[in-house]
């Protein structure tokens, strides 16, 4: 009787197991949604593999002849700094000079395009004081997604300290919806 209750502890300790997978030689968990968890940050499999390849390259230069990182210390150096080469690909930060180049540049020309409307004949009763209305509601709707995009970005940028890798890709899936005029 007892032997039969510790292998049905046996059976269910394997099944409440926590699966891992392997990078550089550690073993991460893997979480219910699929993803790895690394220091905190969740990464995909995609992800995981841009890691590895990564590490390799760090462990390139650590091993190099003549590199200043002592040998026993290659390893460390390899995961850590590959994995900070990476969280940079997805960082807010990494991003403002490409979106602070893109977003004010975009927003200034709606602002350009309204202001230019100022002669337009808004007084006339018939269809040109209606699509004059209809461009400028137009206008002023472009002009609130692409102040909320950069609402957005700014505030990714401002969280990045306290957030983590998936919470930078999440966030950017919802910046791409919102430059889509989609609310998220």
């Given at each position: 009787m007892a032997t039969r209750s510790v292998s049905k502890k046996s059976r269910a300790a394997r099944r409440t197991r926590t699966r891992t997978v392997k990078i550089d030689g550690l073993h991460?968990?893997?979480g219910r949604d699929g993803l790895v968890e690394v220091d905190g940050h969740r990464l995909s499999k995609r992800q995981v593999e841009q890691l590895e390849g990564l590490i390799a390259d760090r462990r390139r230069i650590a091993e190099k002849p003549g590199s200043l990182i002592r040998e026993w210390d290659a390893d460390n150096y390899a995961r850590s700094v590959g994995l900070q080469d990476l969280l940079y690909r997805y960082a807010p930060r990494a991003k403002a000079?490409?979106?602070?180049g893109t977003l004010p540049l975009e927003l200034s020309r709606t602002v350009l395009s309204i202001g230019s409307l100022r002669e337009f004949l808004f007084f006339d009763e018939g269809t040109v004081g209606e699509h004059g209305c209809a461009l400028l509601q137009s206008l002023v709707g472009d002009a609130e997604s692409q102040l909320a995009?950069?609402?957005?970005?700014v505030d990714?940028?401002?969280?990045?300290?306290?957030?983590?890798l998936h919470d930078w890709v999440a966030r950017e899936q919802e910046f791409e919806?919102?430059?889509k005029g989609v609310q998220p």
């Open positions: 991460y968990p893997i000079k490409e979106r602070l995009s950069l609402r957005h970005f990714s940028m401002a969280m990045q300290r306290s957030t983590k919806r919102l430059g």
